[in-house]
């Protein structure tokens, strides 16, 4: 039978056991597997699906320590699992369909394959909520964005659109205002939902623009690959213009990618791990022993690739001092 589905096991499953599996392949996962691949603990990167994490999806990096003129972020997140597998970290294509915290060693389920590990580190961070649309898809880190404080500075001196009513989108317009000649703040509705001193903060910067019950038909200059503008419909009028802009910022949050640990550990109101002394998971407060967090999936305020580092850092270090103290 299978343990964590009380299903028939396929003949075909295969169990292994490791000594500490990491979920995700983002700047925490790697990190974390590059620190505990130096500490001979051979871990596994399941690399789930997001390869690579937000970096995967973003060009040029200029903030992360040690590249003075900037490095693409595909090429940073290679350049982590080429170190990690040096030190015999192990990456595999895979997506995590179930987990056991009950008992030890800790039971994953991984298609129709049992993984079981002494140590867990989750690191399967945030994705960006998109309007979804073929053409915002296509210029995303090429004019589209979620992230204001990674891109915003390469659009200075242009006119630029942030998408959404809370405070997210406020943080990020006014953030922009720092670079842009004027932001135009785009929502679906009448109504912002973001609380009245980050309203009241946007309303009052003279370089910011409303523009309510209005939304994004599509973004104008695939072909050019850059953004040229977008196309956008008021929702009661039903009239479309075209505002033309350098850039789409979305500001419509983070999905936290961690529905498959609903009930086995404790997770906030919006999704995100709650993780006591930044990185031990907790079940009703109590810590889970053996399972850790890292980088976006229990960040909702930073959700920069040198705070995901860190905290991947910290994970790995947290693991080896655990196996250590079990006897591994």
């Known amino acids: 039978m ?4 009380d299903t028939p096991l396929d003949a075909a499953a295969t169990i292994e056991t490791r000594d500490l599996v990491i979920l995700g392949s983002g700047c925490s996962g790697l990190t974390a ?11 596994l990167v399941l690399e789930g699906h997001e390869p690579g994490g937000q970096l995967s999806i973003t060009t040029l990096v200029e903030n992360f320590p040690g590249w003075p003129e900037g490095i693409q972020g595909p090429e940073l997140i290679e350049n982590m699992k080429k170190q990690a597998t040096r030190f015999g970290a192990e990456l595999r294509m895979a997506h995590l369909t179930g987990a056991d915290f009950s008992s030890r060693p800790i039971k994953l389920m ?4 049992i993984i079981h590990t002494r140590t867990l580190i989750i690191a399967s961070g945030a994705s960006a909520r998109w309007l979804n649309l073929p053409s915002e898809q296509a210029l995303i880190g090429h004019g589209v964005s979620s992230c204001a404080t990674c891109d915003g500075f390469f659009f200075s001196g242009h006119e630029i659109a942030v998408i959404g009513g809370g405070d997210s989108a406020m943080e990020e317009a006014l953030f922009l205002t720092r670079f842009a000649t004027k932001v135009t703040l785009i ?7 973001a609380s009245k001193i980050m309203l009241d903060r946007a309303i009052a910067h003279p370089n910011i623009e409303f523009l309510p019950n209005t939304t994004v038909e599509e973004v104008i200059g695939v072909e050019e ?4 503008g977008l196309r956008v419909k008021n929702r009661t009028t039903g009239v479309e213009t075209i505002l033309k802009v350098s850039a789409m910022f979305l500001g419509i949050g983070h999905e936290p990618n961690a529905k498959a640990f609903k009930g086995i550990i404790d997770l906030d109101e919006d999704g995100y791990i709650v993780a006591k002394d930044d990185v031990y998971t907790t079940l009703n407060g109590q810590v889970v022993p053996g399972v850790f967090a890292c980088g976006d999936i229990k960040d909702r305020r930073y959700r920069q690739a040198i705070t995901a580092a860190g905290s991947g850092c910290m994970a790995a270090l ?9 006897g591994r």
């Not at 597997?33 to 871990?43: E, F, H, Q, V």
């Not at 947290?318 to 079990?326: A, G, N, S, W």
């Open 2 to 5: 299978n343990p964590l589905t």
């Open 33 to 43: 597997a590059i620190y505990a691949g130096r500490s001979n603990l051979k871990p």
């Open 110 to 113: 991984v298609g129709k394959d």
């Open 187 to 193: 929502n679906r509705s009448e109504n912002f939902r």
């Open 225 to 228: 690959k850059e953004v040229k």
């Open 318 to 326: 947290e693991v080896e001092k655990y196996l250590e103290e079990h």
